[in-house]
């Protein structure tokens, strides 16, 4: 059986860590690599579309990052419970135009014993930004650096 700690039930520690784990793996842009923290069963709810299974959850991710061009991502803890998390995130990205935008949105997750996530249900508004407004600006693509600041310290 394949596990991913920390697993539930979630302390603060653990569930901040666990999201900190999610938010450098969307970061890598890696859909393969994203789709293991996810049962192989999982369902998911993005915006409209609903998905089931890691198959299901790469061809997704690999559409996602084709269309949404120098994707960064900031999530932060909202609130947690035994083996429920629920995040609120906000990435940006431009689109093959040169079109900017701030993606804003709140995730719920519930974790099966193993620690792999088996449902996320995220609802997701895309805002129109210009270029010289954006936030997350680490010099390079990946995971955002440890002593840059998160959603609260940014105001957002």
């Not at 293991?36 to 890691?54: E, I, P, V």
């Not at 120098?70 to 093959?96: G, H, M």
């Not at 993606?103 to 805002?127: K, P």
Request: with cysteine; net charge positive; charged share 35%.
């Amino acid at each position: 059986m394949e596990n991913r700690p920390p697993l539930p039930p979630f302390t603060r520690q653990t569930a901040e860590q666990k999201v900190r784990m999610a938010e450098n793996g969307w970061n890598s842009r890696d859909p393969v690599k994203v789709s293991l923290a996810y049962t192989r069963d999982s369902c998911w709810r993005n915006r409209a579309q609903f998905l089931q299974g890691r198959e299901a959850i790469q061809a997704f991710l690999t559409r996602k990052w084709e269309q949404e061009q120098e994707y960064r991502l900031v999530k932060e803890l909202w609130v947690w419970e035994d083996n429920r998390i629920a995040v609120r995130f906000q990435y940006e990205y431009r689109n093959d135009s040169g079109d900017w935008f701030r993606a804003c949105g709140n995730e719920l997750w519930e974790f099966s014993g193993n620690g792999l996530m088996h449902r996320r249900e995220a609802s997701i508004n895309d805002v129109p930004i210009r270029k010289e407004d954006r936030k997350f600006l680490w010099p390079k693509l990946g995971p955002r650096p440890e002593d840059f600041p998160g959603l609260t310290e940014l105001r957002l």
